[in-house]
């Protein structure tokens, strides 16, 4: 079974720090992996794609490393703010799917950076 | 990216109603969209893969006769869902991907209570 776990499930960090957020993923053959960041009551925000021959993409504060071959990726936040308070998705599209380009999605990591 | 709008945003519907949920995709040509579903700090589920000109794509355990999936354009695609129950309440996102593309982009989502 495809599945993408997210560990931890909620972080508190006081501004400034840096932090990781973990996501694996049960099957090492993917098309890409997306992080996405979700605002309560709201839609989701693309944060960084990561196709499946890339190892690492950065954009700003953030970067997402991500190794196939042992399912993981990370999100790498650099010098946080209380602004990147927000629940953190890690997607898979999985190259062997049922489900064609849909994105499996873990349950995400609830972040509150405190001032 | 990609600009994704649904409509309406939050909808209160009595029990026994049907409720139309737009996905637009503005810029681009969408030949597919994907409906997810999110309960209270719950994951995004896959509910159906649409292919505009042909019917959609259910996952398991999604009623296709309860929830009714029209992609009849390249812009645009509805989920009406039929007789609504309580237990219906979530929230609604579309995503779209283009031809060949790679990455979804994702409206804001659509809030429904059945009461």
Known sequence: KQEV??????????????????????????????????????????????????????????????????????????????????????????????????????????????? | GAVVSQHPSRVICKSGTSVKIECRSLDFQATTMFWYRQFPKKSLMLMATSNEGSKATYEQGVEKDKFLINHASLTLSTLTVTSAHPEDSSFYICSVRGQGGSEQYFGPGTRLTVT
């Open chain 1, 5 to 115: 776990t997210q560990i931890p499930a909620a972080l508190s960090v006081p501004e400034g720090e840096n932090l990781v957020l973990n996501c694996s993923f049960t099957d090492s053959a993917i098309y890409n992996l997306q992080w996405f960041r979700q605002d309560p009551g709201k839609g989701l925000t693309s944060l960084l794609l990561i196709q499946s021959s890339q190892r690492e993409q950065t954009s700003g504060r953030l970067n997402a490393s991500l190794d196939k071959s042992s399912g993981r990726s990370t999100l790498y936040i650099a010098a946080s703010q209380p602004g990147d308070s927000a629940t953190y998705l890690c997607a898979v599209r999985f190259t062997n799917s049922n489900s064609g380009y849909a994105l499996n999605f873990g349950k995400g990591t609830s972040l509150l950076v405190t001032p």
